[in-house]
Structure formats: structure tokens, C-alpha cells
């Protein structure tokens, strides 16, 4: 391999090492994205109905509260599957950065490697 293929390899490893980092960047945007409109369903969703008070309906017809109970509690169950999804989808965005800082470190290795046989060249 001859100096300017070996220039030519490190030039494209750096412009991959510019595509991971992008990727990189753009995972973790949507990570944070994530993080904070799950916290506001949080607050405006699954809090409220844990909390609301069904006690006046309780003394109006039995039936009834148990009913609403029943749905107050499948709607947090469905929230809480949800959260668990959520929460999967975030740890795979954990990984993928993972590999990422992985195959960055790959590359700078490898244009390491390229540049000291450049410099055994000279």
C-alpha cells in the first residue's frame, strides 16, 4: 500500500469516526427527548389517576366504584407495560452508543496503526 492510498484510508476513517459521532449525538438527543416526554405523561397521566379520589362514588353506588377502580387500575397497568417498553428502548439506545464509542475507538486504533507505517515511510 502506498502513502497516499494509506492517507486516503485515514482520511475515510476519520470522515466514519464524523458519522459515528453523529450518530452518536442523535441517539442521545432522542434519549433525552424520551426522558422528558415520559416524565411529562407521568405527571399529567398515570399520577392524576393514581391519585384521584373515588371514595364519593364508592358511597353512591358500589357497582360503580368497583368498576371505575377496575379501570383506574388497567390504565396503570398499561402505563407501567408502556414504561417497561420505554425503558427497553432506552437501554438499547444505551447499547447502540456503546458500539459506537467502540468502532470509534476501532478506527482511531487502526489510523494510529496507519500512521506509523506512514511515518516508517518517510
Not at 57 to 86: D, Q
Request: hydrophobic share 35%; aromatic share 6%; with cysteine.
Amino acid at each position: 500500500m502506498g502513502k497516499s492510498e494509506i492517507r486516503a484510508k485515514i482520511s475515510g476513517l476519520h470522515a466514519q469516526i464524523h458519522e459515528y459521532e453523529k450518530n452518536i449525538e442523535d441517539l442521545l438527543s432522542r434519549k433525552t427527548t424520551i426522558n422528558m416526554e415520559y416524565a411529562e405523561m407521568d405527571k399529567l397521566c398515570r399520577i392524576p389517576v393514581r391519585k384521584y379520589d373515588l371514595s364519593m362514588i364508592n358511597s353512591w353506588n358500589g357497582s360503580i366504584y368497583r368498576e371505575a377502580e377496575n379501570y383506574r387500575e388497567k390504565i396503570i397497568l398499561n402505563f407501567e407495560k408502556e414504561r417497561g417498553m420505554i425503558e427497553n428502548l432506552l437501554r438499547d439506545i444505551d447499547t447502540a452508543v456503546g458500539k459506537l464509542y467502540g468502532m470509534i475507538n476501532n478506527c482511531r486504533a487502526e489510523i494510529s496503526n496507519l500512521e506509523a507505517v506512514l511515518a516508517s515511510m518517510d
